[in-house]
T-cell receptor
Framework: AQSVTQLDSHVSVSEGTPVLLRCNYS??????LFWYVQHPNKGLQLLLK??????LVKGINGFEAEFKKSETSFHLTKPSAHMSDAAEYFC??????????FGSGTQLTVLP | KAGVTQTPRYLIKTRGQQVTLSCSPI?????VSWYQQTPGQGLQFLFE???????NKGNFPGRFSGRQFSNSRSEMNVSTLELGDSALYLC????????????FGQGTRLTVV
């Protein structure tokens, strides 16, 4: 069975400093992995996806994530946080096509 | 290209009633999935329809049902509403096949009183 653990429920950073949101996954197969972002009262927006090509995945808005099979991790990073990055971020694993298992989410706060 | 459209955006219902939510996927997408988002349980998969057939189902009671029409639009129905059904219901649209990339609508906020 697949599962995903987001290691931090809340992360606070200052504007202009790096962002690191941590995610570990469990899967019996080679899964697809995603990061989604949700701004208040909005739907989910896909940031990036890993589907067994390059292990370093670049997404939108300067975000990227590295797939590490040995550590079963898929951490999300951004070199410099912007105020508009404040939102909730979800790490997602998928073994079956079109059936997503979400982590519990990490609330990112960006301080001025 | 229009995104995923969910209607209505907000609903208030009374316990025991039933409710129907609608989702129009991105043009050309044949798969529609439904998710429930609550503060306590987070985001949970309800079911997925592809080519008018339910392909996958999550761990929800039979009060939750859905269907998909020939134009790929989907509806989700919840009967005998309970207070715990209050949630944001999100619809996701995908091409189908082995394509996993899902695009989400803004959701329907259901409040049961």
């Amino acid at each position: 069975a697949q599962s995903v653990t987001q290691l931090d429920s809340h992360v606070s950073v200052s504007e202009g400093t790096p962002v690191l949101l941590r995610c570990n996954y469990s899967s019996s197969y080679s899964p697809s992995l995603f990061w989604y972002v949700q701004h208040p009262n909005k739907g989910l927006q896909l940031l990036l996806k890993y589907t067994s090509a390059a292990t370093l995945v670049k997404g939108i808005n300067g975000f990227e994530a590295e797939f590490k099979k040995s550590e079963t991790s898929f951490h999300l990073t951004k070199p410099s946080a912007h105020m508009s990055d404040a939102a909730e971020y979800f790490c997602v694993v998928s073994e079956k096509p079109r059936q997503l298992t979400f982590g519990s989410g990490t609330q990112l706060t960006v301080l001025p | 290209k229009a995104g995923v459209t969910q209607t209505p955006r907000y609903l208030i219902k009374t316990r025991g009633q039933q409710v129907t939510l609608s989702c129009s996927p991105i043009s050309g997408h044949r798969s529609v999935s439904w998710y429930q988002q609550t503060p306590g349980q987070g985001l949970q998969f309800l079911f997925e329809y592809f080519s008018e057939t339910q392909r996958n189902k999550g761990n929800f009671p039979g009060r939750f049902s859905g269907r998909q029409f020939s134009n790929s639009r989907s509806e989700m129905n919840v009967s005998t509403l309970e207070l715990g059904d209050s949630a944001l219901y999100l619809c996701a649209s995908s091409l189908g096949g082995d394509k996993n990339e899902a695009f989400f609508g803004q959701g329907t906020r259901l409040t049961v009183v």
